[in-house]
């Protein structure tokens, strides 16, 4: 026996299937996308925007990061990079910048000639950056010259446009966590801190420097030239080790490279950290 409908489901149509368009549904589910709102959501945002970095010094193009907490709360991140592409895109018919910023699912990582090696949201990255932003600037520099682009809420407010020449190349993005998502805006300084010397560690190559404006002399750099080796010393200096110095492996199968760091001491405990493309793989 068929069961009376109500009103409410007769009226169910074509009209109820709700279709979100650009990055509308990031804004609507964040937690999706950054696993949630809370402090650990809103850091979450800055290591997107360096991890897009630490691909370029991953591909070789890159070698010095600085990341700054400004006066206002907001987070710059620039990197020496080859900058982000400008020019048209051939199928979506504007700036590749914009199409980094704006559409979920586009970036150089999907193709392996670009980047061999990347971490983060592969492709989604930065442009949850912006979608949870209330503003967001792009600055490029490469071609000879710095291009610009400021978005508000994940949209732009004006095409790229060129500002200035330049000799270098590189990328700037500064942005200001949106409050209609985040109940609390405040970076705490220690806790970037943490993941920019890990990075470091993890990147011998690499010299990433924090700075936080709110603060007089709050800053620091780092530069880790023994790499693992250096990382398990600093993760081992309270304790006294049996082994002397750490021990170091490394090799290279099938396009796959490995390099393996350990040391043992006199504590009963013992302490293992994995990282895969520069991503702590807690499980």
Do not use: W
């Not at 407010?157 to 998502?181: L, Q, R």
């Amino acid at each position: 026996m068929a069961k009376n409908k109500t009103e409410k489901e007769e009226e169910y149509g074509a009209g109820d299937i709700q279709v979100l368009k650009g990055l509308e549904h990031v804004r609507k589910r964040p937690a999706m996308y950054i696993g949630d709102i809370s402090t650990r959501g809103l850091h979450h945002l800055a290591y997107e925007v360096i991890d897009n970095a630490i691909d370029e010094a991953l591909a070789g193009y890159c070698d010095k990061i600085t990341l700054t907490i400004n006066k206002n709360g907001s987070v710059t991140v620039t990197d020496n990079g080859r900058g982000i592409p400008t020019d048209i895109h051939p199928t979506e018919k504007i700036s590749a910048l914009e199409v980094v910023m704006t559409q979920l699912n586009a970036g150089g990582k999907f193709n392996r000639d670009s980047y061999k090696v990347s971490g983060g949201l592969h492709g989604v990255g930065v442009s949850v950056v912006n979608a949870l932003s209330e503003y967001l600037e792009a600055e490029i520099v490469r071609d000879g010259k710095v291009y610009y682009q400021k978005y508000k809420r994940g949209a732009p407010e004006a095409k790229v446009k060129v500002i200035g020449n330049a000799k270098k190349t590189g990328t700037k993005v500064t942005f200001y966590p949106d409050s209609e998502i985040f109940k609390v805006i405040n970076f705490k300084y220690e806790t970037i801190e943490e993941r920019l010397r890990e990075l470091a560690y993890l990147n011998k190559d690499l010299s990433i420097s924090i700075k936080d404006d709110r603060e007089k002399d709050k800053e620091a750099e780092f530069h880790f030239k023994g790499g693992l080796v250096d990382f398990v010393k600093y993760l081992d200096e309270s304790e006294k080790s049996i082994s002397g110095k750490p021990i170091f492996i490394s090799g290279d199968r099938e396009n796959v490279q490995v390099e393996v760091a350990f040391q043992y001491n006199e504590s009963y405990n013992d302490n293992t950290y994995t990282f895969v493309n520069n991503i702590n793989t807690h499980e």
